[in-house]
């Protein structure tokens, strides 16, 4: 019986880690994600935003890229709110957290 829980454990453990957690508004599919660097040229800055996530779930430890493609869905969902249409990472997430720059693109 011990063994059978362990194997039903380890499913369960390895389906959450396949989860999206964060789904994309419909306004916020246009917006871009700008690779993190220099301000984009010709764009103009709308504001900051600050975006978390479970990044771990009791012991069990996400994985870091199904949370920084949510951070990035969040930031995307911010972004229509401050008038943005594009979004920039400042700094890689930290703890389940990362900030991104709003940007106006043409």
Not at 86 to 100: H, I, K
């Amino acid at each position: 019986m011990p063994l059978r829980r362990l194997s039903l454990l380890s499913v369960l453990a390895l389906s959450l880690s396949a989860c999206t957690w964060v789904p994309i508004q419909p306004q916020a599919k246009a917006v871009r994600v700008l690779p993190a660097g220099a301000a984009p040229a010709g764009c103009t800055k709308q504001g900051e935003v600050e975006v978390s996530v479970k990044h771990a779930v009791g012991f069990y430890r996400r994985n870091p890229v199904k949370v920084r493609d949510e951070l990035e869905t969040l930031a995307r969902n911010e972004a229509p709110g401050v008038g943005a249409n594009a979004v920039q990472p400042l700094a890689e997430p930290v703890g389940g957290s990362q900030r991104f720059a709003a940007w106006r693109c043409p």
